[in-house]
């Protein structure tokens, strides 16, 4: 079994009124009761976009599903791996804005070593935590987007050339700047609404 990830965006002045190592347990207990709808037997399968909970703490947070990846975590991590190979064909401004987007978020650098949570905010060290970034992270990385986004097109050539593959998890440039707009409408509606953006692996 792989590595599996779940989205949300959440209200952190709510997460806010528990220490930092207990906010992200405060959103996985309210991701995971019973009141949300989220978990009972004839609750609609949602294939793509967001997920809005009932109850008691549904005004808080929502889930975001991500189109053909079935929850796992391998079409994101494969989307690093393509930058990856990719990134020295790419002009230089878009090779750092780019770095730093998906270092953010879903790839680990050339070092493997790059930090995707917010530790200031969400603590340190809790159980399944794949990201977490607090507002101020999510306003830079929603910007970081709309300057990315609209060069992405000039990538088709060198990313056919250098990335692409017949067969595997985003094995083309259309899934992979598929992804990419995924990642910017979390983004950019956890921006809009002044929230924070949390991966969960369970």
Same mark, same amino acid.
């Given at each position: 079994?792989?590595?599996?990830i779940?989205?949300?965006?959440a209200d952190?002045?709510?997460? &806010? @009124?528990?220490?930092?190592?207990?906010r992200?347990?405060?959103?996985?207990?309210a991701? +995971?009761?019973? *009141?949300?709808?989220?978990?009972d037997?004839?609750?609609?399968?949602? @294939?793509?976009?967001? #997920?809005?909970?009932?109850g008691?703490?549904?005004?808080?947070?929502?889930? +975001?599903?991500f !189109?053909?990846?079935c929850g /796992?975590?391998?079409?994101h991590?494969?989307a690093?791996?393509r930058?990856?190979a990719?990134?020295?064909?790419?002009?230089?401004?878009?090779?750092?804005?780019?770095d730093?987007?998906?270092?953010?978020?879903?790839?680990?650098?050339?070092?493997?070593e790059? *930090?995707? $949570?917010? $530790? &200031?905010?969400?603590?340190?060290?809790? +159980?399944g935590?794949?990201?977490?970034?607090?507002?101020e992270? #999510?306003r830079?990385?929603?910007?970081?987007? /709309?300057?990315?986004r609209?060069?992405?097109?000039?990538?088709?050539g060198?990313?056919? @050339?250098?990335?692409?593959? /017949?067969?595997?998890?985003v094995?083309?440039?259309? *899934?992979?700047?598929?992804?990419l707009?995924?990642?910017?409408?979390? !983004?950019t @509606?956890?921006?809009?609404r002044?929230?924070? #953006?949390?991966?969960?692996? *369970?």
């Open positions: 079994m792989g590595l599996d779940t989205v949300m965006v952190c002045s709510w997460l &806010g @009124e528990v220490p930092p190592r207990e992200v347990p405060r959103l996985r207990d991701w +995971y009761a019973d *009141e949300t709808g989220l978990w037997h004839d609750t609609p399968v949602v @294939e793509s976009g967001w #997920v809005w909970p009932q008691p703490h549904g005004a808080f947070f929502a889930v +975001y599903e !189109l053909h990846t /796992s975590f391998k079409a991590f494969w690093g791996q930058w990856e990719v990134r020295d064909h790419v002009d230089p401004a878009m090779r750092t804005e780019m730093t987007f998906l270092r953010e978020l879903i790839w680990c650098g050339l070092d493997g790059a *930090e995707h $949570t917010d $530790t &200031g905010f969400f603590g340190e060290d809790d +159980y935590v794949l990201l977490a970034h607090p507002p992270n #999510v830079e990385l929603a910007a970081a987007w /709309s300057r990315i609209p060069r992405l097109d000039r990538m088709r060198p990313f056919a @050339e250098h990335a692409a593959v /017949s067969d595997g998890w094995g083309d440039f259309d *899934e992979f700047t598929g992804l707009t995924q990642w910017g409408e979390v !983004l @509606e956890a921006a809009r002044g929230w924070g #953006v949390v991966g969960l692996s *369970e």
